[in-house]
T-cell receptor
Framework: GEDVEQSLFLSVREGDSSVINCTYTDSSSTYLYWYKQEPGAGLQLLTYIFSNMDMKQDQRLTVLLNKKDKHLSLRIADTQTGDSAIYFCAESIDTDKLIFGTGTRLQVFP | DAMVIQNPRYQVTQFGKPVTLSCSQTLNHNVMYWYQQKSSQAPKLLFHYYDKDFNNEADTPDNFQSRRPNTSFCFLDIRSPGLGDAAMYLC???????????FGQGTRLTVV
């Protein structure tokens, strides 16, 4: 079945790295995504990874995928206050649908 | 320039009074989605269109309907809004499976 879970909150100091974790249950996921949602706004795609990859780096963002454990993580280097938002992981499984995780609220303090 | 546009940004409706939310896109994407997002929850897919083909999620209440008169526009109709339907409604588009979904800013619906 389709189930995507994340921890609810993460608090980090400005300049530190943030790591947001996600677990999913459907092993047939083909693409996994990270979206960012700022207060009162829609979702913005940050990055994605294809299921045959282990890692993808894009500037301050690093995505790690452990397919065996069905675990996805997003690392944000040098976290800034502007990174404070809710982060959703999402999976697509060869359909038109995106299934979202529960979201992790990242709070960055000075 | 905004590529997925939702109107209005904020909508207040009375309990039981039909309401329509609208979404338009300039991307010419095949797929248009409607998601419901309640406070502190994940977006929940209500239904989506692949071109004119309508795909309803099994647990979407009958109270929710959708129309897609052309490629650019898609509407969400709530026939008899209840207090539990108060939420942010997000429209998204994509070219199809395993492609990036582009989201609008959302319409926040309040039911009074």
């Amino acid at each position: 079945g389709e189930d995507v879970e994340q921890s609810l909150f993460l608090s980090v100091r400005e300049g530190d790295s943030s790591v947001i974790n996600c677990t999913y249950t459907d092993s047939s996921s083909t693409y996994l995504y990270w979206y960012k949602q700022e207060p009162g706004a829609g979702l913005q795609l940050l990055t994605y990874i294809f299921s045959n990859m282990d890692m993808k780096q894009d500037q301050r963002l690093t995505v790690l995928l452990n397919k065996k454990d069905k675990h996805l993580s997003l690392r944000i280097a040098d976290t800034q206050t502007g990174d404070s938002a809710i982060y959703f992981c999402a999976e697509s499984i060869d359909t038109d649908k995106l299934i979202f995780g529960t979201g992790t609220r990242l709070q960055v303090f000075p | 320039d905004a590529m997925v546009i939702q109107n209005p940004r904020y909508q207040v409706t009375q309990f039981g009074k039909p309401v329509t939310l609208s979404c338009s896109q300039t991307l010419n994407h095949n797929v248009m989605y409607w998601y419901q997002q309640k406070s502190s929850q994940a977006p929940k897919l209500l239904f989506h269109y692949y071109d004119k083909d309508f795909n309803n999620e099994a647990d979407t209440p009958d109270n929710f309907q959708s129309r897609r008169p052309n490629t650019s526009f898609c509407f969400l109709d709530i026939r008899s809004p209840g207090l539990g339907d108060a939420a942010m409604y997000l429209c998204a588009t994509s070219r199809g499976a395993n492609t990036e979904a582009f989201f609008g800013q959302g319409t926040r619906l309040t039911v009074v």
